[in-house]
Nanobody, 125 residues
């Protein structure tokens, strides 16, 4: 069983930055690919960014590319999402997720086995 706990959300003005953290309570953290998703009110959950299991590859949604950066620290069992140049449309609940090897693409939420409780990010204009 993997438990994921997100933190770092909050209220920020457009153009500002936030860094989200996701701490995983699992001894085999390095065997999981990690991802971030978000869900705005009335919208479906959408992919934001992901790391391969090895950490050698990163993936980003087009709408965050160049502004968000995903990193992971296997020694701390933690994955981060640095968000810069935030826009009002980035407002959402952000979720951290972990997945074992699967045929689903990294952007497909169905491939993820474990989810955090989410952290709210609100960007004011």
């Amino acid at each position: 069983q993997v438990q994921l706990v997100e933190s770092g959300g909050g209220l920020v003005q457009a153009g500002g930055s936030l860094r989200l953290s996701c701490a995983a309570s699992v001894r085999t953290f390095g065997t999981y690919a990690m991802g971030w998703f978000r869900q705005a009110p009335g919208k479906e959950r959408e992919f934001v960014a992901a790391f391969s299991r090895s950490g050698g590859s990163t993936y980003y949604a087009d709408y965050v590319k160049g502004r968000f950066t995903i990193t992971r620290d296997n020694a701390k069992n933690t994955v981060y999402l640095q968000m810069n140049s935030l826009r009002p449309e980035d407002t959402a609940v952000y979720y951290c997720a972990a997945r074992r090897p699967t045929s689903y693409t990294v952007a497909d939420y169905r491939g993820y086995d474990y989810w955090g409780q989410g952290t709210q990010v609100t960007v004011s204009s």
